[in-house]
Nanobody
């Protein structure tokens, strides 16, 4: 069974930093891209940052220059370094990946980790 597990959320003051981690585990043949999404109360889930299939990175405009996505292929992990956090970054952050496992390819989501930016 394939799973994505996030960690690293929490409460931080405006201007602070957090680092989110996401680990993929299970019977994995191939990972086609990994990324981070977020959903704030009353809003739709939105893409924050991702690795594309070509290996490039993509960011939503509101976080470009403040957030950095990175990954460790050997460990099947992806990270999101978030700097200069703002109250509007408050949301549940989800890891996402299209993973090919024993039974074919599926789009997987983690359980989410809460990020709260508040003084």
């Amino acid at each position: 069974q394939v799973q994505l597990v996030e960690s690293g959320g929490g409460l931080v003051q405006p201007g602070g930093s957090l680092r989110l981690s996401c680990a993929a585990s299970g019977s994995i043949f191939n990972i086609n891209g990994m990324g981070w999404y977020r959903q704030a109360p009353g809003k739709q889930r939105e893409l924050v940052a991702r690795f594309t299939n070509g290996g490039t990175t993509d960011y939503v405009d509101s976080v470009r220059g403040r957030f950095t996505i990175s990954g460790d292929n050997a460990k099947k992990q992806v990270y999101l370094q978030m700097n200069s956090l703002k109250p509007e970054d408050t949301a549940v952050y989800y890891c996402n990946s299209y993973i090919v496992g024993l039974y074919g390819g599926t789009n997987y989501w983690g359980q989410g980790t809460q990020v709260t930016v508040s003084s």
